[in-house]
């Protein structure tokens, strides 16, 4: 439909979680509608109704207003358009583009066998039986014998498919429901879509969409002015655009059961919408300039469905995650402090709400800023300024503590050293004290501070260990050490 102003539409099933594949449909076809003062048209296809949850409905809004893509209109229901695709089918019916077929699919298989057809699909076996409508029968989509179905795809060219090489595709079930592709048609006829932007494991069943599409617009098909056109003639088809699979690290299709593929976990995590669309971007399509850092309405401003890439893109998780890093470095401080609430009160605490100090957090935070990629991250790296005694990563103390032979003398000499600051007590002297207790035993600082860190933090990792002692003071700093040392496995043979 070129030249008019664009109305797409994303039409997830709600079957499940909201899967990072739709959500890169989904910015797709959004970035299409903000770069034309289109139109992003949201439509459920929930008529599996052995499938489909309401809350996965739920999940895929709110999934989407985390990314700041609310749709323009919808979410409309394909459930509550049956009878409009029932009077499809009256027309396809009376048109003859339909025909009622009692075969059942181990009929078919046997009169393929026999025929030694080993290519599953329909053999035409009801054509030409004129069988009523009604009693379990399925109508099957008349395709013609003999030409060809192309599809103009903006991202792959022209694909062709041989009519011959096409079965007459069920259309509606023996109980009378409509299946996807008649159903889909209807619908964005009826709604004016001029764009399907869509995966491509959707692409062998275009063709049959296409014939089905052309059959209705031979019939004088009539929009129905649902989204408040008015009925109009059936437009010509829309542009297609079938974007790359999403594979993961073995380049094998990202999978529900395999995969972290959830938008929702991401979003839980702390991942930042702004760096999980920058991410979603680049998955088939790159800026002409080759950047990897931009914001949205710089991917709005540059992006064209003609440059996405047929390739598969490989969703990388390393990479999403040190882009999330990126993103949460650039915040501005008061932001980031903002951003980490969420994770710093309530379940999501690993202290009682009673513990949290809004000023100790403040300090630390340009400290652990620079230290996360994921917000989920920020309690690990304050929690033993919270908690009444550090927990423990037993790695942690196994690799600083257990297995280190000097950690008992080191975490003594801290003992005694830091017991003679308590009228000194800076980040400056307690980083020189603990310089000097690593000379005694033959040590630089960083290997020297490992043990004094896991015994005051609980972790080998975490804020600059001299700042965070300071905050900390010093009674619970030398209580902590002495815990460690009372610990006796403080290195082989304490």
């Not at 070129?2 to 910015?27: E, I």
């Not at 399925?138 to 011959?164: C, K, M, S, W």
């Not at 064209?304 to 999330?324: C, G, I, Q, Y």
Request: glycine residues 10%; proline residues 7%.
């Amino acid at each position: 439909m070129p030249g008019a102003v664009p109305r797409v539409r994303f039409a997830p099933s709600p079957t499940g979680y909201f899967h990072v594949g739709s959500a890169r449909t989904a910015l797709f076809n959004w970035l299409v509608a903000r770069q034309s003062g289109g139109t992003f048209v949201l439509r459920i296809e929930d008529t599996d109704t052995d499938r489909n949850r309401e809350e996965w409905v739920d999940g895929i809004m709110s999934a989407l207003h985390w990314l700041r893509m609310d749709p323009d209109e919808g979410p409309y229901r394909q459930s509550l358009r049956t009878e409009r695709h029932h009077q499809a089918i009256d027309v396809l019916w009376a048109g003859g583009f339909l025909y009622a077929c009692d075969c059942t699919r181990e009929q078919i298989e046997a009169r393929n066998k026999e025929r030694g057809i080993k290519t599953p699909g329909y053999d035409g076996f009801c054509r030409d039986r004129r069988l009523p409508r009604g009693d379990g029968r399925a109508l099957r989509f008349r395709t013609p014998d003999v030409g060809i179905t192309t599809v103009h795809d903006v991202v792959r060219g022209d694909v062709e498919f041989p009519n011959a090489a096409m079965d007459d595709f069920v259309a509606v079930k023996a109980d009378g429901a409509p299946l996807f592709v008649l159903a889909n048609v209807v619908d964005d006829i009826d709604m004016a879509i001029t764009h399907v932007i869509r995966g491509e494991d959707l692409l062998p069943t275009t063709p049959r969409g296409v014939l089905a599409w052309e059959a209705l617009r031979s019939m004088g098909w009539m929009t129905d002015g649902s989204t408040g056109t008015g009925a109009q003639p059936a437009p010509d088809l829309p542009v297609f655009a079938h974007l790359p699979m999403l594979v993961n690290e073995q380049r094998k299709k990202l999978s529900k059961r395999r995969d972290p593929v959830a938008v929702e976990s991401y979003r839980d995590r702390g991942y930042l919408p702004d760096a999980f669309l920058n991410y979603l971007g680049l998955l088939g399509w790159s800026p002409p300039g080759g950047e990897e850092l931009f914001d949205v309405n710089q991917m709005v401003q540059w992006f064209r469905l003609e440059d996405v890439n047929h390739s598969p893109a490989f969703f990388d998780v390393v990479k999403l995650t040190h882009m999330n890093g990126e993103y949460i470095r650039a915040m501005p401080l008061e932001a980031f402090i903002e951003a980490c609430r969420p994770w710093l009160s309530g379940a999501n605490a690993p202290w009682p709400d009673g513990n949290f100090d809004e000023v100790v957090f403040s300090t630390l935070a340009p400290l652990v800023q620079e230290r996360v990629s994921v917000l989920d991250e920020v309690p690990a790296m304050v929690d033993f300024m919270f908690l009444d005694e550090p927990i423990i990563d037993e790695d942690s103390w196994t690799r600083a503590v257990a297995n280190d032979e000097l950690a008992g003398a080191v975490l003594s000499g801290a003992l005694e050293a830091y017991g003679g600051l308590t009228g000194n007590w800076t980040r400056d002297a307690l980083h020189a004290a603990t310089v000097a207790i690593g000379e005694g035993v033959g040590r630089k600082l960083g290997k020297a501070q490992a043990p004094i860190r896991v015994a005051i933090t609980g972790r080998r990792i975490g804020p600059p260990l001299f700042e965070a002692l300071e905050l900390m003071g010093p009674d619970r700093t030398l209580a902590r050490l002495r815990d460690a040392l009372g610990r006796g496995d403080t290195g082989p043979g304490s």
